[in-house]
């Protein structure tokens, strides 16, 4: 049952492949730009500790409250 386990909300990673005539550092650019757009770096920071729900709801409230704000 190992390969059938199946979790909700995870993303592919990204992947980039060096084309040809193309210097590394231009690879890594279009690299760092799929895993901004793709989020996965804020979601590995999100869940790199566990956060109690009472925080997470006080953090979520927060932030309502700021956006509000403006």
């Given at each position: 049952?190992?390969?059938?386990?199946?979790?909700?909300g995870?993303?592919k990673?990204?992947?980039?492949?060096?084309?040809?005539?193309?210097?590394?550092?231009?690879?890594?650019?279009?690299?760092?730009?799929a895993?901004?757009?793709?989020?996965?770096?804020q979601?590995?920071?999100?869940?790199?500790?566990?956060?109690?729900?009472?925080?997470?709801?006080?953090?979520?409230?927060?932030?309502a409250r700021?956006?509000?704000?403006?």
């Amino acid at each position: 049952m190992i390969g059938t386990l199946k979790l909700r909300g995870v993303k592919k990673m990204s992947k980039t492949v060096v084309r040809k005539n193309e210097s590394l550092d231009d690879a890594l650019r279009r690299f760092k730009r799929a895993v901004t757009k793709a989020g996965t770096l804020q979601e590995t920071r999100k869940r790199e500790f566990y956060e109690k729900p009472s925080v997470k709801r006080k953090r979520k409230s927060e932030a309502a409250r700021k956006r509000k704000k403006f």
